[in-house]
């Protein structure tokens, strides 16, 4: 028998907040997690599903409220899927993400000697994402867009999303209008019949220009030429619009092939003082004005006098590469998307730089050869993907010693991984945690290590 069962109703007062922002609440000692309930809240709620280790409980009413409670300003928050703490105020999201990084690195990690700075915030924390991936669905005569449910693939008709730029809003509603005017079929995920899986929008921060991308179940677009002029019509900052062809029976956005069906292939923006061209596949950072606090945060750790050779794995179109550049010798750049390794030459190109080298390849591989080639690294910068770095990778960086290592991560659970398998040679000296993702529970953080010996 557990301690609770399902469908019980049951009052109790939050005691912590778990990393996905539910509200934790303890029954002799059994959690119950309970989503958009906070800290010192006294609740009612509803068991709803019961397993060996805890249990799930929805907020039914709050009877003691938290200080830190916020109304959420967006009116699909209670459905949607893609922000998870509008209902806490933004300075305690800022706490929270740091107690994060505390309770990994200081409890689990054991290193509660390593100071762990407040979280870098944004000043204006909406509308910040440059990048947006619109699903597309609805029925075959009608064309819905917007973001998915909670745990589904469900779509809300959404004509506003609080955290995109809203240029990308007015965009999202004139090609929904105009994929229903030309009577143009949604995909549909579960039948594999229809045409527009998604519609990716990119804007540069800086420089306003808009990429629009159409992934299809297909190769073209009906009514490309109308759809076209109207676009750009409406919004003459379009400077690409692009067709992806995605035909696979998969989760993943964008297909390998795109062909440019309106103005460049690329388009460009500002970090700094650096420009960058960036394409439909590669990776940029979402938040900019974030990434720009970010990156200063990695340069200045990474403290360097204009001597060093520093490698910066995983280095997509060679933005923390290129940040670098300028107070170092010399900057290796590896990165295994081909195309974001060409984008990062032309970007070395275009900013001047040319005491950089970028090869394509992973990291694990390509640091084995830069290794026979006698490269010594003094610095070595590294921003993996969520799943952290390969063993091989931390194994050849132990043999390479750097001495230091400036470590971005978008999940501190790997980083914390990856620093331990290092602690014999390195110290961790300093971790800050960046907030990218605003009203989301992401976090990004920078962690610096040192060699032992220095
Ligand atoms: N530093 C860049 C990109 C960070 S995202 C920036 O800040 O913009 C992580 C990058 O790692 C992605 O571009 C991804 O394509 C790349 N990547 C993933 N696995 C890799 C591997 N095994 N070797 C090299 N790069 C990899």
């Known amino acids: 028998m557990t301690v609770v069962q399902k469908n019980q109703v049951l009052e109790g007062e939050v005691m912590d907040l778990t990393h996905e922002g539910h509200g934790v609440i303890k029954v002799n000692a059994y959690p ?96 910040y994402r440059n990048k947006s991936q619109i699903p597309v669905g609805g029925q075959t005569d009608y064309v819905e867009m917007g973001y998915y449910r909670q745990r589904s693939h469900d779509i809300i008709n959404m004509d506003k999303c609080l955290i995109q730029y809203e240029a990308h809003n007015e965009i999202m509603n004139a090609v929904r209008r105009l994929l229903n005017h030309y009577h143009i079929t949604p995909y549909d995920e579960r039948q594999q019949l229809g045409l527009v899986r998604h519609v990716v929008l990119r804007k540069g921060f800086y420089t306003n220009e808009i990429m629009v991308v159409f992934v299809l179940n297909g190769t073209s ?86 001597n060093e050779v520093v490698l910066d794995a995983y280095c997509g179109i060679g933005t923390i590469a290129l940040a670098m550049a300028p107070n170092a010798q010399h900057v290796y750049g590896v990165e295994v998307v081909f195309e974001a390794i060409e984008n ?74 990856d620093v331990q398998l290092l602690l014999e040679r390195y110290e961790l000296v300093n971790v800050t945690p960046v907030d990218m993702f605003p009203h989301t529970t992401h976090v990004e953080t920078v962690a610096l290590l040192k060699r032992k010996d220095i």
């Open 32 to 127: 119950i997690f309970v989503p958009h309930a906070l800290i010192g809240e006294r609740i009612q709620y509803k068991i709803i599903k019961v397993k060996k280790n805890f249990a799930i409980g929805k907020l039914i009413e709050i009877y003691k409220e938290s200080d830190a409670r916020e109304v959420p300003p967006c009116e699909y928050y209670d459905k949607c899927g893609g922000c998870q703490l509008q209902h806490l105020n933004y300075t305690a999201q800022l706490e929270m993400k740091r107690n994060q990084v505390v309770n990994l690195f200081h409890r689990k990690g054991k290193m509660s000697h390593v100071p762990i700075q407040n979280t870098v915030g944004m000043e204006n924390p909406w509308f």
């Open 221 to 306: 677009l009906p009514h490309q030429k109308e759809i076209i002029q109207n676009l750009t019509d409406a919004f003459p900052q379009i400077k690409s619009i692009k067709i992806n062809i995605n035909q696979s029976n998969s989760n993943v956005i964008m297909g390998k092939q795109s062909k440019t069906v309106y103005g460049n292939s690329t388009i460009k923006d500002i970090q700094g003082d650096l420009t960058f061209k960036i394409n439909d596949q590669s990776f940029y950072q979402i938040n900019v004005p974030q990434t720009k606090k970010l990156y200063d945060i990695a340069v200045r750790e990474a403290g360097l006098t204009g």
């Open 344 to 417: 990062a030459k032309t970007n070395a190109e275009l900013n001047g730089l040319h005491n950089t080298t970028f090869v394509a390849g992973a990291a694990e591989e390509v640091i084995l050869e830069w290794q026979k080639q006698g490269i010594q690294p003094d610095v070595v910068t590294v921003d993996p993907p969520r799943k952290g770095c390969d063993s091989i990778f931390i194994e050849t960086l132990k043999q390479l010693q750097p001495q230091k290592i400036v470590y971005v991560s978008c999940n501190p659970s790997t980083q914390l991984r």
